[in-house]
């Protein structure tokens, strides 16, 4: 059950950009894991996060739990998977939570409006319309309905390192050195070395 007037929820539409059920279930998912794992949204680097989608969640996710791509605590794993892995480093706890909302499926409205859609009807109003309804259920609706949290006992990967750079033999930018591909007996990037 979320407060829909938080400033959380709130700052976090704005972080996103806008209001839709993706970012609304990484809200919920974010808020479970900081209660979960004792953490308020850490400053350093004292939670690590695994995502392994780059949806809308992904953004709520960053923004509530303070995981970010920069700081090095996002690891993205690319596997399509509603899915959602936290540690904590300060206290070695860490779970897994699943996420599980099945309030799309079985709902006719969708695929109606789709079809609609491609056939070239505006249903931009209504498809709005669908999207924040299901974007309020998400945030009212009881959390074991919409993921699974297991506690899991694997250690966190390891803290982020910064790594020594070096410059590209074709295009002279700067990369992180264990980005480096051999060309023709030359270390270059990997923008140059997928280059024909
Ligand atoms: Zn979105
Ligand atoms: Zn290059």
Redesign the pocket.
Known sequence: MTDLQSDDLRNAIQF????????SLGFRVAKAALRELNAARPQDEELVCIVEND??AA?AIQFITGCTFGKGNLIFRDYGKHVYTFFNRRTGQGIRISEDYRGFKGDERFPALKKRQEAGKDVSAEMQAYKMEKAATILHADEKEIMTITPIASDPPREARVRGSVRCAICGEKFMESRGRVKNGKIVCISCFEKG
Do not use: A
């Open positions: 996103h950009g806008h209001l839709c059920p993706g970012l949806s809308c953004d």
